[in-house]
């Protein structure tokens, strides 16, 4: 191996700029060139490719987003656009592919190598925390340090004004964030993406808190795939059981902003093991973190969503908002 490219796929997340950095680092180290491909799959496809040295890594370990930028590509699930894909790579002389992003991102991955037979390595990033056979991936601890420092502020409007205020987080499907969320602010009530809105039980968390003497209440939403969820809550609220409330969506701001000291150090030994297990001569892997380690896992136990949760953390936020 004397090459390798490295590319970041979906959704961005904090903490895929130190992935970068220390895969471009390691690479280095281990005697190989290594080019960055701009845009994830469509910059492939475009040719957007340019050789990375140790210096187009400086300085970017503190910054949120990617440098490389990223992309969605649905067409990199027609076989003969991968076709062409592995024909650039090729021809551009790149023996391997590392790949920063999620379940999307990864399925295109191994489909690249099990139908033409680059090696990949795959680093989770993703802020939901969603990729089956990992424990994290990166981006994670920030965006739910993000929200919770938003809540923190909403809820000193909230206390001053006597308000219920319903904060919509992210999580199509994955709860993560919103549990979280919702356990570290002590919000009243938390709404999940797989559940059915309890509508009934939301507004009775409210109005237990309004007897026990609370000027001010917090419901945490994940905003799932129906887009409006928290206005629709705000207005049965309001109709059904004549409770004010206002919406706060937070929406991309959990994506942004500096990764948090857990993304970047988790980031780094992602992007460093990929590399050394590269060498190793291993060609199908994604860097999962289990049990507080770093570990190489085969791909194909990471290219499904992790959509459930534990069910103590659920019983944890409605103990602990009574």
Excluded at 61 to 77: A, M, N, V, Y
Excluded at 113 to 122: D, L, Q, T
Aim: proline share 3%.
């Amino acid at each position: 191996m004397k090459s390798i490219g490295l590319l970041c796929s979906g959704g961005d997340s904090p903490g895929m700029n130190c992935a970068i950095r220390a895969v471009v680092r390691t690479a280095i180290n281990e005697g190989l060139e290594v080019y960055g491909i701009q845009r994830g799959y469509a910059g492939l496809l475009e040719g957007n490719i340019k050789k990375l040295d140790v210096s187009s890594v400086g300085n970017i370990i503190q910054h949120g987003g990617t440098i490389l930028q990223t992309s969605r590509c649905p067409e990199f699930k027609e076989a003969e656009i991968r076709k062409e894909a592995a024909h650039i790579l090729k021809r551009k002389k790149i023996d391997a592919l590392v790949v920063i992003g999620g379940d999307g991102s990864f399925n295109g991955a191994y489909k690249l190598h099990s139908e033409h037979g680059i090696p990949v390595a795959g680093i989770p990033g993703t802020i939901d925390n969603d990729i089956s056979g990992t424990d994290y991936s990166i981006g994670f601890d920030t965006a739910v340090q993000t929200a919770i420092d938003a809540v923190d502020k909403i809820r000193d409007t909230a206390s001053s004004h006597e308000r219920t205020f319903i904060v919509e987080v992210m999580g199509r499907k994955s709860p993560a964030i919103a549990l979280h969320v919702g356990v570290c602010t002590g919000a009243e009530n938390v709404v999940l993406p797989s559940e059915k809105v309890n509508i009934d039980e939301i507004a009775a968390d409210v109005q237990r808190g309004v007897k026990r003497g609370k000027n001010s209440s917090i419901i945490i939403v994940a905003e799932g795939e129906k887009e409006g969820l928290s206005h629709e809550i705000r207005e049965n609220l309001k109709s059904n059981y004549s409770i004010d409330s206002h919406v706060c969506i937070l929406g991309h701001i959990q994506r942004g902003g500096n990764p948090s000291g857990v993304d970047r150090f988790i980031a780094s030994g992602m992007g460093y093991l990929a590399i050394k297990n590269l060498m190793k001569g291993e060609n199908s892997f994604v860097t999962a973190y289990r049990n507080g380690n770093v570990v190489a896992v085969p791909f194909t136990e990471c290219l499904e969503k992790k959509t459930e949760y534990l069910p103590q953390y659920i019983n944890l936020v409605k103990t602990l908002s009574i």
